[in-house]
């Protein structure tokens, strides 16, 4: 095994246990399954036993997709990419479901990202950080536009949580698994984005002062700040916005 990548996020999972227990909460059987930096493939592993119809494998490390290449060269409905997640055209897919021990400094960015292609995506299940798994957890308190955004494209769970040392190297984070079952309307994004850019600017600031003049809003409501809200009061101000 080379010397791990920090810059690539690269923490490996050691334990078969928690890659078959991680594998287990997606839907694989006869379904298109992408899988985003599979590194030297060990919950690809697990994931290949549910006999998925096809796999495709993102890997931007050239060492790791060599290996790659190699260990998978006798299963055909294994595809392995070599490339940067975010330079793949994810429009060219569709009823996909998605799985990752993301790397974690892009976790965030790829799970926003993905919210995007809600159309396509069935349902993912990623490895994170605990703490950017409690940021999207839309049920506990302290409201963000995270949370905001898992609702409104989502039903999100939080699955159970993993020690550091399940990973080479370990991280110095406590990690979880989240699954996220993504909702299939059309999103307005447009909407979206100018709503969350007036309710979350100044999260500190009570509602009454950016929604003035609307009836549809309880006094209630409006005499709390952004960030006590719970989803529910959010949603209802999302919907008369
Ligand atoms: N799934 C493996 C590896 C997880 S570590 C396991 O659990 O053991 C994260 C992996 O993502 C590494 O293999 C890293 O090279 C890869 N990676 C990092 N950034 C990436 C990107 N932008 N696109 C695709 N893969 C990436």
Redo the contacts with the bound molecule.
Sequence with gaps: MKKA?KS??????IDKNICEKISKLLNIKDNIIL??????G???DALITKKPKKLYL????NN?SIFLKLKYKDHKNINIIN????DLDLSKFKNINII????YN?STRVILYLFDYNTIINEMVFMIQKEVAIKFDYNLKDMNKYKFFTNIYSKYNKCFDVPPSVFRPKPKIKSSVVKFKLKKNIINSNKLHLFCNKIFRNKRKKIISKFKNNELISQNVLHKRTDELNIMELLRIYNSF
């Design positions: 990548k690539l996020g690269q923490n490996f999972l899988e985003i930096g599979p590194g030297y060990n919950l690809t993102i890997e931007k490390d790791l490339m940067d997640f975010f990752s021990n993301l790397p892009i």
